[in-house]
């Protein structure tokens, strides 16, 4: 009698759990589907679809230098995606990747034992990670960056943490991307405060700001697809899928927070600080949106 | 002579007008920086803030004592530019979500 009602219990508290999980995720996987329906028709024929999507682009232009139709794995090469001309200009700077270097670097930094004599490994014994990352810590109730789980092992072993952003951890970063490649996006929104975190940073993504009034959404959504003088501007969606980069502006490589922090501060903001909750609220936002698309970074950008 | 004290009345009236116009002015150096540090602040808390406020402000502060009357102008613009930040993102707040894809 005990062991059937222990049984009954047991169902019933797990059957809750998958109900309410499902509940946390359901305004975001709606927003999800309807952001990737929005880039898939956008891009599905640009030259029939001027006059809704892309009216002040001359024709010539959409017919000669847009690439289409994009499939969803496409969007993993941000503003490569769609403009021919960047395209094949970047395809001629990977011949030799700029970032290959870095990448070396931080494969032997992952490997190089700690004071302790442990090495990276013992925390990331499979670096295929990245494509769980940033995710939601119940435990800790917060959003855990890869960047925050690279310098919490180096702390775990007795290093100090290394800066946030670029340097020494964005190579680690990198080198843990190279080995994620090709894994799908799969970022959860385990619980109520989690879809709070998501909603966050969905707010910071629409929201108008800055002396500029603009939002992420006005550049990468609704301009996406069009360019500013002779900069493609990339799609939202896929995004995060070729972080860190390394862009030519820098001269190095950069995390996908060093990227948002740069694009909030361009809108006439004040730039946040790496790691700040908005920060974070915004990488989880954004990379939920690129859900199930294969991870392809470290890559080049200008 | 009659006509000289109208225009001067005039001027002075509207001299006067436009200062009081101004909801961000404030009297003394300490009024205006602490005045502008208020409204940064909570600009800043609420992450609206725009880039440039904070170095006026600390332009301002470091013109306190050297030059009141140019930190006071200073403080002012700080205070005007994070109130309109505050204005705006309360604008923004009712539309944001008309932005989102559906």
């Known amino acids: 009698m005990l062991k059937k009602l222990i049984k009954i219990v047991a169902i019933s508290m797990i059957s809750t759990t998958i109900v309410f999980a499902a509940n946390f995720n359901a305004q975001a996987e709606k927003d999800r589907k309807a952001f990737v329906d929005y880039f898939l028709k956008k891009f599905e024929n640009p030259v029939a679809n001027r006059d809704k999507y892309f009216p002040y682009v001359p024709l010539k232009e959409l017919k000669k230098d847009y690439i289409y139709p994009l499939k969803f794995q496409d969007f993993q090469d941000g503003p490569l995606s769609w403009y021919r001309p960047s395209k094949e200009q970047f395809a001629e700077i990977n011949d030799f990747p700029p970032y290959e270097i870095p990448v070396d670097d931080g494969e032997e930094l992952f490997n190089k034992p700690f004071a302790n004599g442990k090495t990276y490994a013992s925390c990331f014994p499979n670096p295929a990670i990245k494509q769980n990352y940033p995710y939601y810590d119940v435990h800790r109730d917060e959003i855990v960056t890869i960047g925050m789980a690279v310098n919490e092992c180096r702390v775990i072993n007795g290093e100090k943490p290394l800066k946030y952003g670029k340097g020494d951890l964005a190579k680690v970063v990198a080198y843990l991307a190279v080995k994620s490649r090709g894994k799908k996006i799969d970022i959860k929104i385990p619980n109520e405060n989690a879809a709070k975190a998501y909603e966050a940073g969905k707010k910071l993504f629409y929201k108008q700001r800055g002396y500029l009034a603009i939002s992420c959404n006005e550049c990468h959504v609704k301009s996406a697809g069009k360019r500013i003088r002779a900069e493609a501007l990339s799609p939202a969606l896929g995004a995060t899928t070729q972080m860190p980069v390394y862009r030519i502006k820098w001269g190095g490589l950069g995390t996908l927070q060093r990227r948002l922090a740069g694009c909030v501060k361009d809108t006439g903001s004040e730039k946040p600080k790496m790691q700040s909750k908005p920060l974070k609220e915004l990488a989880y936002f954004l990379t939920y949106m690129s859900n199930g698309m294969k991870l392809f970074g470290p890559d080049t950008r200008k | ?102």
């Open chain 2, 1 to 102: 002579m009659k006509k000289l004290i109208l225009i001067s009345t005039i001027t002075v009236a509207f001299l006067a007008g436009c200062a009081m116009n101004n909801p961000y002015a404030s009297n003394g150096v300490d009024n205006a920086i602490a005045n502008a540090q208020a409204k940064y602040n909570k600009a800043h808390s609420q992450m609206v803030a725009w880039k440039n406020t904070k170095k006026v402000l600390e332009k301002a502060k470091k013109l306190a004592k050297s030059n009141p009357k140019k930190a006071i102008a200073l403080a002012n613009e700080a205070a005007y530019e994070a109130q309109t930040a505050l204005d705006q993102s309360a604008e923004f707040e009712k539309t944001w979500r008309a932005e989102v894809p559906k």
